[in-house]
T-cell receptor
């Protein structure tokens, strides 16, 4: 049973395209997150949702738009992709403090 | 914003040697967590420390939170090949739910 799942696992696309990454958790957690991990392995929070409400919105270009249709899902839509968007994107969820990460989506923009 | 620095950035050790990574913040932390990320994998929660001076052990791993709650360390005794990965500390400030990850220490083991 996968606790936090993401699709797709790999995403290769051209500059200027729009793409979405989906995330689902079956842990019953209230809070979900999106993180970006760059090529140097730095892990930075992008967004956090609690019970479908946005609670953390870091300095992220507005080309990135999260959407939480329900507590168990948090999707990430990216418009007009740029080369610098290439990274691994992790979804995570938490109940109290421990965060459970999904397997990641490796996005490559060419 | 809050920054959490980790040293060293990389560490190569012979199998069986000990390993330590240090995490430092300029501000007092509410708590600190440690995560391990295997190559090609995702971060996995190891432990949380909350109290000043707290020390916790998990088999060969010893975690410590500084008295001033501004630094933390993770020590692995007698490393094994399964310890390979990047170790991250992550911290929250008082009144701020955001978890800020440290820069990570990448551990490689020479068999």
């Amino acid at each position: 049973d996968t606790a936090v799942s993401q699709t797709p696992k790999y995403l290769v696309t051209q500059m200027g395209n729009d793409k979405s990454i989906k995330c689902e958790q079956n842990l019953g957690h209230d809070t979900m997150y999106w993180y970006k991990q760059d090529s140097k392995k730095f892990l930075k929070i992008m967004f956090s949702y609690n019970n479908k409400e946005l609670i953390i919105n870091e300095t992220v270009p507005n080309r990135f738009s999260p959407k939480s249709p329900d507590k168990a899902h948090l999707n990430l839509h990216i418009n007009s992709l740029e080369l610098g968007d290439s990274a691994v994107y992790f979804c995570a969820s938490s109940h109290r403090y421990e965060q459970y990460f999904g397997p990641g989506t490796r996005l490559t923009v060419t | 914003g809050q920054q959490v620095m980790q040293i060293p950035q990389y560490q190569h050790v012979q199998e069986g040697e000990d390993f330590t990574t240090y995490c430092n913040s300029s501000t007092t932390l509410s708590n600190i967590q440690w995560y391990k990320q295997r190559p090609g994998g995702h971060p996995v929660f190891l432990i949380q420390l909350v109290k000043s001076g707290e020390v916790k052990k998990q088999k060969r791993l010893t975690f410590q939170f500084g008295e001033a709650k501004k630094n933390s360390s993770l020590h692995i005794t007698a490393t094994q090949t399964t310890d390979v990965g990047t170790y991250f500390c992550a911290a929250t400030n008082f009144g701020n739910e955001k978890l800020t990850f440290g820069t990570g220490t990448r551990l490689t083991i020479i068999p």
